[in-house]
């Protein structure tokens, strides 16, 4: 796997540092390839937090965890995309099917869904609207008007598609839709 380790308002230590990569390891089996994966390591007050995103070809899995404790965020974040790679084991294969150089599905042990009971998640419900064209403020005040946590628009002077988002900071994030040929 190929690591890369980031700090945000901390200075990443030697010791951490290693603490990671070994924590790491314990999921590369999973993957064949060198997989690219990005660990971010932050601290605001006594909160620590580990975000974690591995790279798939056409998929992204990703897990942020925070505790009081940043090695205990790591094994957190480390189990969480142990359970996630688990749980979504057949979807995966069913993705890769073709591609077996990128996940090795034979050191994956499923694990049933905790949550549902093992039931598969469906599309119970479909909505449709028109995209009104408007500048980005106009978007997060009409997604606060309807108290969402998100806001799908087209931006007046872009116009292109965007999503408005409300991150867990309280503050906004956008996320430009591109369409790939």
């Known amino acids: 796997m190929l690591l890369d380790l980031v700090g945000k308002n901390i200075e990443l230590t030697d010791g951490l540092k290693d603490y990671a990569r070994s924590k ?17 390591f932050s601290t605001v007050k006594n909160d620590q937090t580990v975000e974690v995103t591995i790279f798939l070809p056409g998929t992204i899995l990703r897990a942020e965890e925070t505790t009081e404790d940043m090695y205990t965020s790591i094994d957190k974040a480390i189990d969480a995309l142990s359970r996630q790679t688990r749980k979504y084991k057949t979807r995966l294969k069913k993705r890769y099917q073709g591609n077996s150089e990128t996940i090795r599905f034979e050191n994956i042990n499923p694990v049933e869904d905790e949550v549902s009971g093992g039931k598969e998640a469906k599309i119970v419900k479909r909505k449709t609207f028109s995209l009104v064209p408007m500048h ?6 009409q997604m606060e008007l309807l108290n969402h946590n998100f806001f799908v628009f087209l931006n007046a002077d872009t116009d292109k598609v965007e999503i408005a988002y409300k991150r867990k900071d309280k503050d906004y994030g956008v996320i430009e839709v591109l369409v790939e040929d």
């Open 24 to 40: 790491f390891s314990k999921i590369d089996k999973y993957f064949d390839k060198e997989i690219k994966a990005r660990a971010v």
């Open 136 to 141: 980005e403020e106009e978007a997060l005040l």
